[in-house]
């Protein structure tokens, strides 16, 4: 597997708009896009911090994957994203390491990326994402 940088950490918050102006007036950051993934039942905000993304996540639904975090953990990191060369084959690459991918074939996420996600089982308890963005 060929990573090349941290692409964003995902922060699960259960209202976006305070949120956002935490990280904008408190932390000196700008949103540059707010995106509803409507298969992922969760709206998405972004922050470039230095090469890094903050990525604010608020739930759609009760019964979304962000939703059922917040339940559980309440409001804070929810993922770390990597930036990879190839997807597919650092999906294989896991798997075949024995780590258990949650996502067997990328799949499109926010912010123009294709994405796919590793089991917080099999990487010490952290949500890992894997992304690549095909379009350069």
Request: hydrophobic content about 40%; overall charge negative.
């Amino acid at each position: 597997m060929q990573t090349t940088h941290i692409e964003h950490i995902g922060i699960a918050v259960k209202n976006l708009e305070a949120s956002i102006k935490f990280y904008e007036e408190v932390m000196g950051l700008k949103c540059y896009k707010i995106e509803e993934v409507a298969d992922q039942k969760v709206r998405t905000a972004f922050f470039m911090a230095g090469q890094t993304k903050i990525e604010l996540l608020e739930s759609t639904s009760d019964d979304g994957p962000v939703a059922r975090f917040l339940d559980k953990k309440g409001e804070g990191v929810h993922h770390i994203a990597f930036a990879v060369n190839g997807i597919e084959e650092a999906i294989k690459h896991a798997r075949d390491k024995g780590v258990e991918a949650i996502d067997q074939q990328p799949r499109k996420g926010a912010d123009g990326l294709d994405i796919a996600f590793l089991h917080p089982r099999s990487t010490f308890g952290v949500l890992t994402e894997l992304c690549e963005n095909k379009k350069g």
